[in-house]
C-alpha cells in the first residue's frame, strides 16, 4: 500500500536554529498538508498546498513558517528561527483528488518528532 | 465545519463490537461524516466515511441516522490493536479543505 514518507523521524535543534522537515507524499496524490500535535494535545492543522501554491493555512502557519514543493516529489515544511514552543510531532499527510470528490481520506506519514532545546 | 460531540472515553472487551458514537446537530447537506484514528502517537489512519447511507469496508461499518445528525463507528470485532484515539470529522464535500480534529474518543479494548 502506498505511504506517505517522512524523514527524518526525530530531529533535535538548538532554539533560533532553522530546520526543514521533509515528506514524500504519494505519486498520484495532488493536495498535501501539514498537520502538528503538540505532546498530549489535538492533532492541529497548520498547512494546505495545491498546485504549487498554499491554498489554506491556519493562524500557526505565521511568517516563521513555509513550504515547498522543490523537485515534484518532496513536499517540505521549514521553520524559521525555531522556539521551544515549536517541539511537537509533525505530521505530512496527502491526498488524491480534488474537485469536489470526497471518495478519499488523507494519508498521513508517521511524522517527525521534533524537539527544540 | 459542523461541531462534532464524542465521549471522551470508552472500553471495550476483545472480540466484543465497539460502537463509538459521534453527534453533529448541526451538519450541512454537503458536509460528510469521516472518521480517523490516532495509535499512540502515529500518524492519524483514515478508516471510513459516508454522506448519508450506511458504509462498510474491511476496517468498520459506519451507520448514518436518518436525520444525519449522528453517526456511530462500528468495529465488529476489536482487537487490542484497535486500542486508539477515534475522531469524528465533518467536513465539506469541497476537496482541500483541512480537517479539523477534536479530542476524539479515547477506545481501551481489553483483554
Known amino acids: 500500500e502506498p505511504e506517505v514518507t517522512q524523514t527524518p523521524s526525530h530531529q533535535v535543534t538548538q532554539m533560533g536554529q532553522e530546520v526543514i522537515l521533509r515528506c514524500v507524499p504519494i505519486?498520484?496524490?495532488?493536495?498535501f498538508y501539514w498537520y502538528r500535535q503538540i505532546l498530549g494535545q489535538k492533532v492541529e492543522f497548520l498547512v494546505s498546498?495545491?498546485?504549487?501554491?498554499?491554498?489554506?493555512k491556519s493562524e500557526i502557519f505565521d511568517d516563521q513558517f513555509s513550504v515547498e514543493r522543490p523537485d515534484g516529489s518532496n513536499f517540505t515544511l521549514k521553520i524559521r528561527s525555531t522556539k521551544l514552543e515549536d517541539s511537537a510531532m509533525y505530521f505530512c499527510?496527502?491526498?488524491?483528488?480534488?474537485?469536489?470528490?470526497?471518495?478519499?481520506?488523507?494519508?498521513f506519514g508517521s511524522g517527525t518528532r521534533l524537539t527544540v532545546v | 465545519d459542523a461541531k462534532t460531540t464524542q465521549p471522551t472515553s470508552m472500553d471495550c472487551a476483545e472480540g466484543r463490537a465497539a460502537n463509538l458514537p459521534c453527534n453533529h446537530s448541526t451538519i450541512s447537506g454537503n458536509e460528510y461524516v469521516y472518521w480517523y484514528r490516532q495509535i499512540h502517537s502515529q500518524g492519524p489512519q483514515y478508516i471510513i466515511h459516508?454522506?448519508?447511507n450506511n458504509e462498510t469496508n474491511e476496517m468498520a461499518s459506519l451507520i448514518i441516522t436518518e436525520d444525519r445528525k449522528s453517526n456511530t463507528l462500528i468495529l465488529p470485532h476489536a482487537t487490542l490493536r484497535d486500542t486508539a484515539v477515534y475522531y469524528c470529522?465533518?467536513?465539506?464535500?469541497?476537496?482541500?479543505?483541512?480537517?479539523?480534529f477534536g479530542k476524539g474518543t479515547s477506545l481501551l479494548v481489553t483483554p
Open positions: 505519486s498520484n496524490h495532488l493536495y
Open positions: 498546498f495545491y498546485n504549487n501554491e498554499i491554498s489554506e
Open positions: 470529522i465533518v467536513r465539506p464535500s469541497n476537496s482541500g479543505y483541512a480537517l479539523n
Open positions: 459516508g454522506l448519508k
Open positions: 499527510a496527502s491526498r488524491i483528488t480534488g474537485g469536489g470528490q470526497a471518495n478519499y481520506g488523507y494519508t
